[in-house]
T-cell receptor, first 116, second 111 residues
């Protein structure tokens, strides 16, 4: 149980365009979803935390107008990278948790974004 | 600053060698602790977690970790590694509704 999917797994886009990444909890209702960015040989950098039906909380230094997060339902959150630039190329990972007191997060497989 | 530290950035072992990966945290109070693993090309998955009780926690695939409160440590161990243990290992502490990750340790096991 506790499976999280992401779509697409890989995406290549041109500079200046926008890209949407979906994160779904397949077999549970996720009260909270998280979006991370992972650089090669680096740890995960938390970008934002989103709770269903409310605005996302962004980490310091993350541009909320560039990385739009929507958590419209208990099973779906989306990250839209607007006006993407080559420096936005990265591995984006989502995770989800539910309110069981364990703080455990269940991670998606990640999305490789390449901006040309 | 409050943080989670993994001092080993890259560990290289031969098969059957014993493994110990360090994790130290600097938070006070009640602490919950996680170890996650990321196999090449795969998503992060939970290896084991500590919440309370026995400080020696056993996880999947023969891994275990010991919570030593006096040392603020939660080191990951495995008595005999396999080539399939090659992966990135992350220690994490939940704080303020999110997980604070260590820098990660890359483990390479030579067959």
């Amino acid at each position: 149980g506790a499976v999280v999917s992401q779509h697409p797994s890989r995406v290549i886009c041109k500079s200046g365009t926008s890209v949407k990444i979906e994160c779904r909890s397949l077999d549970f209702q996720a009260t909270t979803m998280f979006w991370y960015r992972q650089f090669p040989k680096k740890s995960l950098m938390l970008m934002a935390t989103s709770n269903e039906g409310s605005k996302a909380t962004y980490e310091q230094g993350v541009e909320k107008d560039k990385f739009l997060i929507n958590h419209a339902s208990l099973t779906l959150s989306t990250l839209t990278v607007t006006s993407a630039h080559p420096e936005d190329s990265s591995f984006y990972i989502c995770s989800a948790s539910y309110r069981d007191g364990t703080y455990e997060q269940y991670f998606g497989p990640g999305t490789r974004l390449t901006v040309t | 600053a409050q943080s989670v530290s993994q001092h080993n950035h890259h560990v290289i072992l031969s098969e059957a060698a014993s493994l110990e990966l360090g994790c130290n945290y600097s938070y006070g109070g009640t602490v919950n602790l996680f170890w996650y693993v990321q196999y090449p090309g795969q998503h992060l998955q939970l290896l084991l977690k500590y919440f309370s009780g026995d400080p020696l926690v056993k996880g999947i695939k023969g891994f275990e970790a010991e919570f030593i409160k006096s040392k603020f440590s939660f080191n990951l161990r495995k008595p005999s590694v396999q080539w399939s243990d090659t992966a990135e290992y992350f220690c994490a502490v939940p704080r303020w509704g999110k997980l604070i990750f260590g820098q990660g340790t890359e483990l390479s096991v030579k067959p």
